[in-house]
């Protein structure tokens, strides 16, 4: 059974003040009485005298509000908290049912102050280290067609843009213009030229103010020029094969736009009179793996650093040293630049270095180059000094005399922040979760195995504090992804949030263990997009997975479950569909699918539709790919599906899935699908989470146990409506038994070579 409180998390890297001294943490908890997530911010003592004494003073709450209609785990109340100097800091939030807007804090006074009043989001922010500017860009809204309408032309606009996007934002396409606002100003800011398209929420770029609050640097993707540049500069060219195929697939704009990737250059705004000009003709090197990096750092000359970023090509140079990404020196002034270097590899972050004058790059492949002023006034090479690690969470943020501080946890300790000194000494600076206790809760440990090709693999197995190992269990896979070094509850451990369905330790508290797998299935060097291969290796992983439960004795054959969220619920569905695994119950939690339907129901929504379901499917559904979709796709295959299964869709939008519920229905085979009107793809809001969370833990022990719950414990819950529950779910039973004793299908494997 979930209990009703939820552990509090840290919700963001650590951010550590310029003196190295203090350190703010935000925190969530949940509320599932009162429906509410409450941030907290706790600015925490690293003074290196207190902590050598092991005397910290104790963490000091600077802000604390409730964030209803927190629906979205993925997109937190709370954003983007950073230090300005060492007593302000600057984030984005939604307060009060406002949407995001900008705010400092006064860390001596804990004053807080609201820097942007617009109607609409504010996407993202810098701010001039006078504090004298804020520039942001704020979401314009961008509904298909307005209220008065009585038709709409489609063209090639998404079935979800047309179907749900004159009331739901997230639905349409991005458009979002930059405003810059004055300190006091309590109005909409003054506009930085006109309305841009953007690309998917998540790859908003990062905005690079001057220290005098003069000049702008922020990048613009480039549509026009996608084509030419991704020609003519090979890192631009590997991105736009792998990240951003819809003007190579559709350059007319028939039928897709662009969604995921475009190529991009960075624009310099003059702040005083709103011109802007591009910095070079050129992009840059980002993907989607570094959307919002750093790249700019200010000097006190007037100039600014700009790493990874490609230059001017003459016609027809082919020049590697010309098509290299390069790190220059630029003054917004004059518009003058001077190349420092070419890059080794295509750029991560820029990270000044310890000392003035001196700034470390950050590569692909974990390379790094270092770079210090000369006397002269340039630049030349330096040696690679200790940087703040990129995964400073894990490895540790420095801070004064030899300390670090570190979100510390293991598989079966909950997340605290601790600093450490060289000797590996650790002084405890938060104590976030006192209510867990591993022996009340069981233990999550690594457990390995392999497959009939000698692949091996290293997943999570949790045990219960009372496991009988002379007895076999029934086991619930969680797919999706582990991590060895995280603490485990719930969801994947990967990264917080992910929870949506994946009940972790509350499957131990009704007798059922957990084999948490893996997430990745691409082999390394591998190119994307091929998920044909992928599938082949979520059977075996999958498969070698349940023979070597039930070789070990730890598993009972005919009681196995699998979960599916985001990627795999494909994965999932096609295993359930042609694979003949022992899988008596599974979920699908907000899953992808390669089925027609699905196909259909995102054309023009997503650039990766149409090579994902050409590569899993061998082909399109018509003329020569015809014969090999039909074997592949798993909705024509239905009567395949033995397992009763859980289907979960969040939000309004959400549709996968639809064509094989249906068809589930209509053979009284045992399906639920269970909606989620106000849910988003990683569930947010506490009571969204209880339902899914609870409502897995009493599929799986109805179906591997025969159990069934007496008592409600989600809000709005009654006697009654736990009572019809099991009558629909005993109804599925007897279908099963039904199901079960038909012949074996056979699944069509024409065309599966």
């Known amino acids: 059974m979930i209990r009703h409180s939820h552990s509090m998390r840290v919700e963001h890297k650590l951010a550590v003040s310029p003196d190295r001294t203090r350190v703010l943490a935000v925190t969530r908890k949940a509320s599932v009485e009162r429906g509410t997530n409450t941030y907290e911010f706790l600015l925490l003592d690293t003074d290196p005298g207190r902590l050598a004494s092991g005397q910290p003073r104790p963490p000091r709450r600077l802000l604390s509000f409730e964030g209803a209609n927190d629906n979205n785990n993925s997109d937190p109340f709370v954003q983007e908290a950073r230090?300005?100097?060492?007593?302000?800091?600057?984030?984005?939030?939604?307060?009060?049912?406002?949407?995001?807007?900008?705010?400092?804090?006064?860390?001596?006074?804990?004053?807080?102050?609201?820097?942007?009043?617009?109607?609409?989001?504010?996407?993202?922010?810098?701010?001039?280290?006078?504090?004298?500017?804020?520039?942001?860009?704020?979401?314009?809204?961008?509904?298909?067609?307005?209220?008065?309408?009585?038709?709409?032309?489609?063209g090639n606009q998404s079935f979800y843009s047309i179907g749900f996007g004159t009331s739901n934002p997230p639905s349409q396409r991005l458009r979002y213009r930059y405003a810059v606002n004055e300190l006091g100003q309590r109005a909409p800011g003054r506009p930085l030229g006109d309305a841009v398209e953007g690309i998917a929420a998540p790859f908003m770029p990062n905005i690079s103010v001057s220290p005098d609050g003069k000049?702008?640097?922020?990048?613009?993707?480039?549509?026009?020029?996608?084509?030419?540049?991704?020609?003519?500069?090979?890192?631009?060219?590997?991105?736009?094969?792998?990240?951003?195929?819809?003007?190579?697939?559709?350059?007319?704009?028939?039928?897709?736009?662009?969604?995921?990737?475009?190529?991009?250059?960075?624009?310099?705004?003059?702040?005083?009179?709103?011109?802007?000009?591009?910095?070079?003709?050129?992009?840059?090197?980002?993907?989607?793996?570094?959307?919002?990096?750093?790249?700019?750092?200010?000097?006190?000359?007037?100039?600014?650093?700009?790493?990874?970023?490609?230059?001017?090509?003459?016609?027809?140079?082919?020049?590697?040293?010309?098509?290299?990404?390069?790190?220059?020196?630029?003054?917004?002034?004059?518009?003058?630049?001077?190349?420092?270097?070419?890059?080794?590899?295509?750029?991560?972050?820029?990270?000044?270095?310890?000392?003035?004058?001196?700034?470390?790059?950050?590569?692909?492949?974990?390379?790094?180059?270092?770079?210090?002023?000369?006397?002269?006034?340039?630049?030349?090479?330096?040696?690679?000094?200790?940087?703040?690690?990129?995964?400073?969470?894990?490895?540790?943020?420095?801070?004064?005399?030899?300390?670090?501080?570190?979100?510390?946890?293991?598989?079966?300790?909950p997340a605290d922040v601790v600093a450490m000194d060289r000797a590996g000494r650790r002084i405890r600076l938060t104590d976030l979760n006192p209510q867990f206790e591993p022996s009340t809760w069981g233990r999550m440990s690594v457990y390995e195995w392999q497959d009939a090709n000698g692949k091996r693999y290293a997943g999570g197995l949790m045990l219960p504090a009372d496991h009988d190992p002379s007895k076999r269990y029934p086991v619930v896979i969680q797919t999706y992804g582990f991590d060895p070094e995280r603490f485990y509850l719930d969801g994947s451990n990967l990264t917080e949030g992910w929870t949506s369905g994946f009940a972790g330790r509350a499957f131990l508290r009704q007798g059922m263990l957990v084999l948490a797998l893996p997430h990745s299935l691409r082999e390394r060097d591998e190119p994307s997009g091929i998920p044909g291969m992928r599938h082949d290796r979520a059977a075996l992983m999958v498969g070698s997975a349940i023979q070597s439960l039930i070789d070990r004795g730890i598993a009972d054959r005919d009681r196995i479950g699998i979960m599916g969220w985001s990627a795999w619920g494909e994965f999932v569905q096609n295993l359930l569909t042609f694979q003949h695994l022992p899988i008596r119950a599974a979920s699908i939690l907000d899953g992808d699918s390669n089925s027609l339907w699905a196909l259909i129901v995102t054309t023009g929504h997503s650039d990766f539709v149409y090579r994902r379901f050409e590569a899993t499917n061998a082909g399109m559904p018509y003329g020569p790919g015809l014969d090999k979709w039909i074997a592949r796709d798993p909705s024509l295959h239905t009567d395949c599906i033995r397992a009763a299964l859980r289907i979960e869709n969040y939000g309004p939008s959400s549709k996968i899935h639809w064509d094989t519920y249906g068809l589930m229905r209509r053979q009284f085979k045992p399906v639920e699908k269970v909606v989620f009107p106000h849910g988003t793809h990683a569930l947010g809001h506490p009571i969204d989470r209880m339902i899914s969370l609870q409502g897995n833990v009493d599929w799986y022990a109805f179906w591997l146990k025969g159990e069934e719950r007496a008592a409600p414990v989600i809000p709005k819950e009654s006697t009654e409506s736990l009572r019809q529950q099991y009558l629909r779910w005993r109804e599925m039973a007897e279908f099963k038994k039904r199901d079960e004793a038909k012949p074996a299908c056979r699944a069509v494997a024409a065309g599966k070579d």
């Open 83 to 154: 230090w300005l100097d060492d007593r302000t800091i600057a984030f984005r939030a939604r307060m009060e049912g406002a949407p995001f807007q900008v705010f400092t804090i006064d860390v001596p006074s804990g004053r807080l102050l609201q820097r942007t009043f617009e109607a609409q989001p504010v996407l993202s922010f810098g701010i001039a280290a006078d504090l004298s500017r804020v520039v942001y860009a704020v979401r314009v809204p961008n509904p298909p067609y307005a209220p008065e309408d009585r038709s709409v032309v489609v």
């Open 215 to 413: 000049w702008a640097l922020i990048p613009r993707y480039e549509e026009a020029r996608h084509l030419e540049w991704a020609a003519r500069y090979p890192l631009m060219g590997e991105t736009a094969r792998n990240f951003g195929p819809a003007l190579s697939l559709d350059p007319q704009g028939y039928f897709i736009r662009p969604r995921q990737w475009l190529a991009r250059r960075n624009i310099v705004y003059g702040l005083d009179d709103a011109s802007n000009r591009p910095v070079l003709d050129a992009p840059d090197d980002s993907n989607p793996g570094t959307p919002s990096r750093v790249d700019t750092m200010w000097t006190a000359r007037g100039s600014v650093i700009v790493a990874g970023t490609h230059l001017p090509l003459p016609p027809g140079s082919t020049d590697p040293s010309r098509v290299a990404s390069h790190v220059i020196e630029y003054w917004p002034q004059s518009g003058r630049f001077e190349i420092i270097a070419p890059l080794e590899a295509r750029l991560d972050s820029l990270r000044p270095a310890p000392g003035a004058g001196m700034f470390t790059l950050q590569l692909e492949g974990n390379r790094q180059q270092s770079f210090e002023r000369t006397t002269a006034g340039g630049w030349a090479p330096a040696a690679v000094p200790e940087p703040d690690p990129i995964d400073g969470d894990r490895l540790g943020y420095p801070l004064a005399a030899g300390w670090k501080v570190l979100i510390d946890q293991a598989l079966n300790r």
